[in-house]
């Protein structure tokens, strides 16, 4: 019914910046919440950043304290697409991320189901 397509990750240097992106598509009615999540290896998954569609202009974010000042998360609706903006990396940034969303479709309306994505290495050298 939905997919969620990532892109953007890949090798950067610390205190370098890198830029996900996260597609919806699919039978899609509305995307409420959107989201990163990372996991690193032996470690369980972690929420990184989460955005609440608000109204047109305004929609509220909220940070895992580790990436607060340095990370930046928004969303375009209009595409049905998130962004992380990521600076100033950090080694223990290095993770799989991964794209989540909570959408309400044309199967499931009007109750929203939660779908991720395949997840992006991000891989950060020191």
């Known amino acids: 019914q939905v997919q969620l397509v990532e892109s953007g990750g890949g090798l950067a240097q610390s205190g370098g910046s890198l830029r996900l992106s996260c597609a919806a598509s699919g039978s899609i009615v509305s995307v409420r919440t959107m989201g990163w999540y990372r996991q690193a290896p032996g470690k369980e998954r972690e929420s990184v950043a989460l955005?609440?569609?608000?109204?047109?202009?305004?929609?509220?974010?909220d940070y895992a304290d580790s990436v607060k000042g340095r990370f930046t998360i928004s969303r375009d609706n209009a595409k049905n697409t998130v962004y992380l903006q990521m600076n100033s990396l950090k080694a223990e940034d290095t993770a799989v991320y991964y794209c989540?969303?909570?959408?309400?479709?044309?199967?499931?309306?009007?109750?929203?189901?939660?779908?991720w994505g395949q997840g992006t290495q991000v891989t950060v050298s020191s």
């Open positions: 989540y969303a909570e959408v309400a479709h044309r199967g499931s309306w009007p109750t929203a189901e939660n779908y």
């Open positions: 955005i609440i569609r608000g109204d047109a202009t305004n929609s509220a974010a």
